[in-house]
């Protein structure tokens, strides 16, 4: 399997509005390479609308992670095969970005603040672990929608054509409390 070094995708997390009360984070992944397309499943990406609830996303203490908020996570079947919009081509330095809203009862706004420090909390993004090689977010590098078997898509990343990019990402400082 190729290396996450052969995988052209950047993550950033930004907070677009920091006065929005429920906080919201922007999460972007951007193909950084200047000349190949990049495909990806959303599926248990920063770009899954479940990303809050598929534990993806970690909110703790800024100087202590190990102090973090739990919040209740799904296990969820989806159907085969994947829906047509699960499936993102990026192409070379293309973007695409989701918000997340951190809102009752997903997310414990009061143990939010509570975690915070100067108005802030940490958040990170973890896609994948790494002894788990089925786990990650599904890549093709070098290939646009069109191009991808839809035999290769229904092996979710365990064809030889796939890859699983795993990201842990470093912690962003979230303003909370909407000061």
Same mark, same amino acid.
């Given at each position: 399997?190729? @290396?996450?070094?052969?995988?052209?995708?950047? %993550? $950033?997390? /930004?907070? !677009? =509005?920091?006065? #929005?009360?429920?906080?919201?984070? +922007?999460?972007?992944l951007?193909?950084? @390479?200047?000349?190949?397309?990049?495909?990806? %499943? $959303?599926? /248990?990406? !920063? =770009?899954?609308? #479940?990303?809050?609830q598929l534990? +993806?996303?970690?909110?703790?203490?800024? @100087?202590?992670?190990?102090?973090?908020?739990?919040?209740?996570?799904?296990?969820?079947?989806r159907?085969?095969?994947?829906?047509?919009d699960?499936l993102?081509?990026?192409?070379?330095?293309?973007e695409?970005s989701?918000?997340?809203?951190?809102?009752?009862?997903?997310?414990?706004?009061a143990?939010?603040?509570?975690?915070?420090?100067?108005?802030?909390?940490?958040?990170?993004?973890?896609c994948?672990?790494?002894?788990?090689?089925?786990?990650?977010?599904?890549?093709?590098?070098?290939?646009k929608?069109?191009?991808?078997?839809?035999?290769?898509?229904?092996?979710?990343?365990?064809?030889?054509?796939?890859?699983?990019?795993?990201?842990?990402?470093?912690?962003?400082?979230?303003?909370?409390g909407?000061?």
């Amino acid at each position: 399997m190729p @290396s996450q070094l052969s995988i052209p995708i950047s %993550l $950033t997390i /930004s907070q !677009p =509005l920091p006065s #929005l009360s429920p906080p919201t984070l +922007l999460l972007t992944l951007t193909n950084t @390479s200047p000349s190949v397309p990049v495909t990806l %499943l $959303t599926w /248990s990406s !920063p =770009l899954d609308p #479940l990303a809050l609830q598929l534990g +993806l996303i970690y909110i703790s203490s800024l @100087s202590n992670p190990s102090n973090k908020l739990d919040f209740p996570e799904l296990m969820i079947k989806r159907a085969m095969p994947p829906p047509e919009d699960a499936l993102v081509t990026l192409g070379p330095g293309e973007e695409r970005s989701q918000e997340l809203m951190m809102r009752e009862p997903v997310v414990n706004l009061a143990m939010m603040k509570e975690l915070a420090e100067e108005g802030k909390v940490g958040v990170r993004v973890v896609c994948g672990k790494k002894d788990d090689e089925e786990s990650g977010v599904v890549v093709w590098v070098g290939k646009k929608r069109e191009e991808i078997s839809d035999e290769e898509i229904e092996l979710l990343g365990r064809g030889k054509e796939a890859e699983r990019w795993k990201i842990e990402s470093e912690v962003f400082g979230m303003r909370v409390g909407g000061e």
